[in-house]
């Protein structure tokens, strides 16, 4: 069976290790970003099953980063799920979901509730896919 791919995106090692590490262990294939442009050039080459996108990057936010990937055809499906450790406001969560966002988890994130989060975006994106 085939193992569901995660773009992991944040500049903070340490959350890139922690969640990678959680979601590798259950099972996920985890892919990792420390830029917005390296995002965009790994949503594009290898066209991941979800991806788990800080807003705060070192090159672009990950609003602009969400903006660009649903106005291009070949990533617009793919579920997006915001992370943030100091964007957590009304308006963040609005701009999220207004960009086409799945969920926005904010720290700390519970790690069953983050692996739930993505599997449900998956799952909801590949009915989506066999509708069309």
């Known amino acids: 069976m085939k193992r569901n791919v995660v773009l992991l995106v944040d500049d903070n090692q340490t959350h890139l290790y922690s969640l990678g590490k959680h979601l590798a262990g259950s099972g996920f294939e985890v892919l990792h970003a420390h830029s917005g442009s390296m995002a965009l050039q790994i949503a594009?080459?290898?066209?991941?099953?979800?991806?788990l996108l800080d807003i705060n990057?070192?090159?672009?936010?990950?609003?602009?980063?969400?903006?660009?990937l649903k106005a291009d055809p070949r990533t617009?499906?793919?579920?997006?799920?915001?992370?943030?450790?100091?964007?957590d406001t009304a308006s963040a969560r609005s701009q999220?979901?207004?960009l086409g966002a799945v969920s926005f988890l904010s720290y700390p994130i519970n790690?069953?509730?983050?692996?739930?989060?993505?599997?449900g975006a998956i799952a909801?994106?590949?009915q989506n896919h066999l509708q069309s």
């Open 124 to 126: 909801h994106a590949r």
């Open 44 to 51: 594009l080459s290898t066209s991941p099953d979800a991806i």
């Open 96 to 98: 999220a979901a207004e």
């Open 76 to 87: 617009k499906s793919i579920p997006v799920v915001f992370h943030s450790a100091t964007y």
């Open 111 to 119: 790690v069953e509730h983050l692996e739930n989060v993505i599997k």
């Open 57 to 68: 990057l070192p090159d672009m936010t990950g609003f602009g980063i969400c903006q660009q």
